[in-house]
């Protein structure tokens, strides 16, 4: 698992990426160990952001986690990612088999967008100007960098704790990380190919797309919509925003 010392540059946009890859892969350790998914005894004590965290101990958990964030970081970079969410499964053979009970949700819409090849750039605000070669204040950067952790150790402590506001999950719910693409985001394509559709009721569709009605709107799956939904926290530490939540599914309640 990545330690918080990697975390990179927030004034460009692979440092920022870079940033909420570490995040990212701790918070999904993080929520694996608070819903029980796999026993206590796969995990170990460890820290990050000064907080004290869980981390999967099998090297086979710990691989697919890293291929995953790695694989969700490629696409993060091209700009057409709305949603990163951690997906928590029924248990197969449960009569739920692949109805999402939970959806731990991180809207990255709002990180910023670059041009291909200018991920290291330095990024500026609108109205900001900035000359030529000039360079932002360290001190500043030094700044933002400290309330980001802090930003990190607040999540990981409402993460550490979301067992006492959810509602429980039965043994053996397996889990996957999923993407939620923007409105005109290109479907990720290549060989192999990291990744695949989402079934029907995690998908997200316009209504024309399937003889549904012609006005365009986007008909979210039932399983995208929590019946419950418990916010998390919004990060808004300089250009590194994006808000979480968790969302319990409507399968969570239905019997087998």
């Not at 397996?174 to 923007?182: G, N």
């Not at 990744?195 to 986007?218: F, K, S």
Request: hydrophobic content about 40%; aromatic content about 6%.
């Amino acid at each position: 698992m990545p330690t918080p010392s990697s975390l990179s540059s927030l004034t460009t946009s692979h440092g920022l990426i870079s940033s909420f890859s570490t995040f990212l892969t701790i918070a999904i350790h993080t929520i694996l160990s608070a819903r029980a998914v796999y026993p206590p005894a796969s995990f170990l004590a460890a820290r990050a952001y000064n907080h004290p965290v869980r981390q999967n101990r099998h090297p086979r958990v710990c691989a697919w986690i890293t291929d995953a964030v790695r694989a969700v970081e490629v696409q993060l970079r091209t700009g057409d990612v709305a949603r990163v969410v951690v997906v928590l499964f029924a248990p197969p053979g449960s009569g739920r088999r692949q109805r999402a009970l939970e959806r731990f949700v991180f809207d990255v819409g709002r990180l910023p967008v670059v041009s291909a090849g200018k991920g290291d750039a330095v990024i500026v605000r609108e109205g900001e100007e900035m000359g030529d070669g000039e360079e932002r204040d360290d001190g500043a950067e030094r700044r933002m960098m400290a309330d980001l952790e802090e930003e990190f150790r607040a999540v990981m402590g409402r993460l550490m704790g979301c067992g006492q506001r959810l509602a429980p999950i039965p043994e053996g719910c397996t889990f996957t990380v999923a993407m939620e693409l923007k409105t005109d985001g290109k479907a990720p394509v290549g060989h192999p190919q990291a990744w695949i559709p989402a079934e029907g009721p995690l998908q997200a569709r316009r209504e024309g797309e399937a003889g549904g009605g012609e006005d365009g709107r986007v008909v979210r799956g039932g399983d995208l919509e929590g019946q419950k939904v418990t916010a998390v926290r919004t990060v808004d530490v300089g250009e590194m925003a994006f808000e979480m939540w968790i969302e319990e599914g409507k399968a969570k309640w239905d019997d087998g």
